[in-house]
């Protein structure tokens, strides 16, 4: 590839994540929120979310993936597959719900737990896929590292550095850190949608320098060739997730936690899982 006509990438929108506060024990706020299927595709939802013991019950999946990065505090996790765990700061929980998942996210005893939580929507014919979960623990996490920079890849690639992280479209999400003043290239694939949300500091991104904070979503310009990303750190350390993926551009059927292609098969859903037949 000859970096002198690689395409730019720019940033088209960007807004604010205003966090509200929805009961005692939770508050959250969108980062992309539902209902806007073609503009997000192949990304359904991204919540950030503050929650203690309470917030949350045992709920069910189906038809797409929940990929949980905990910023800070803990969850222990367990579902009906017999998968359990615990995710600390920097770990990463992908699941796939596929045919139907019924799991729950619990924080320990008095912990206040700060947790986004992406919804990746499944190709049709993935849909009814077997369940499965990945756990990524933070130290088993592959690092680009260079010059005040370093990227976790949690799934997709940064330069050589590849994750196995498994996916059924490709799905790239990397949690970005610069040290102030540093920049970096992130090269992203030919029709690929791609948003990233600032956890910390400011910079400025893509080849137009748009300046960016924490708390705000950017969603690049989206571009059907393969591309590159310029991102630049202000006078303060940054640190930022990525996310990209090649939009699906099927029907969505949504209710609730499941996620299909016709109103039909959303019925088939509720009446697999009070059935049982998840
Ligand atoms: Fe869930």
Known sequence: MNDMVMKQR??????????????????????????????????LLWMDDWFSQGAFGEHPHRGMETVSYVIEGAIEHYDDKGHEGRLEAGDVQWMTAGRGVVH?????????????????????EHKMAEPRTQLLKRDQIPVRREEGVEIYVI??????????????????MLEINLERGASFTQSLAEDHNAFLYILEGEGRFGSAGTLGEKGQLLAL????????????????????LLIAGKPLREPIAAHGPFVMN????????YDDFRSGNF
């Open 221 to 240: 310009k989206h571009e059907k060739e393969a591309s590159e990303l310029l991102i630049q750190a202000s006078e303060e350390p940054l640190k930022l």
């Open 262 to 269: 016709t109103p039909e098969q959303i019925v088939q859903a």
């Open 104 to 124: 729950n996210e619990i924080p320990p005893e008095g912990v206040t737990t700060h947790l986004l939580q992406l919804w990746v929507n499944l190709p049709a």
């Open 155 to 172: 799934s997709g690639e940064s330069g050589d550095v590849k994750a196995s992280t498994l996916n059924y479209a490709p799905i790239t």
């Open 10 to 43: 720019i940033v088209e929108k960007q807004w604010a994540i205003v966090p509200q506060k929805r009961s005692e024990v939770h508050t959250a706020a969108p980062i992309l929120e539902p209902g806007k299927w073609q503009q997000f595709d192949p990304f």
